[in-house]
């Protein structure tokens, strides 16, 4: 009996350990996306100001698609960094807003409030296309390359360092 007791207790403990430890080494906030490395999904939408923009109008530099809404708290601290973004890269890059559960009000409401960067914010009223970038609550940003690749996806708002990170080897590929 208590030499099957060594030989089961191994069996039992090593495989659990090893499943935990494995588990141990993971970021969380890290989700893998199946777009990565694949075509920007295409979306023909509205702005919020009526004009119609389409993901094939967007292509040529490289492109950060964020999804965001107004009633989103880590939005209101992520958009100052869009807004420097935007200062910073200006014409070398191109973000555009997609508006997650929200109206156009909203958006307006909410660029009034804390600045309008001059991008594109687009509606998404049957939130199509959030199903197909597979968002699953704002804000999440897609970083996409020129040629209209996604290379990466920002769960949770942005940082100056992910934005610098993410566009300088998109630009560097143009």
């Not at 909410?110 to 998404?124: E, I, K, N, P, V």
């Amino acid at each position: 009996m208590r030499l099957l007791r060594w030989l089961v207790v191994p069996l039992l403990v090593i495989p659990i350990g090893l499943l935990l430890f494995s588990g141990l080494g993971r970021d969380p906030s890290e989700i893998p996306s199946p777009l990565i490395g694949q075509p920007v999904p295409a979306f023909t939408l509205t702005t919020i100001d009526g004009t119609s923009v389409s993901s094939e109008d967007l292509r040529g530099r490289p492109l950060v698609v964020n999804f965001w809404a107004s009633w989103c708290g880590p939005c209101v601290e992520e958009h100052a960094v869009l807004l420097e973004a935007q200062d910073r890269y200006g014409e070398a890059a191109t973000i555009v807003g997609v508006l997650y559960n929200d109206t156009a009000d909203g958006a307006r409401g909410f660029l009034a409030r804390y600045g309008d960067g001059g991008w594109a914010t687009l509606t998404d009223p049957s939130g199509g296309t959030a199903i197909d970038f597979g968002v699953t609550g704002p804000p999440e940003s897609f970083f996409v390359d020129a040629t209209g690749i996604v290379r990466y996806k920002q769960y949770g708002p942005v940082t100056g360092a992910v934005i610098d990170a993410q566009l300088a080897p998109l630009m560097a590929s143009r």
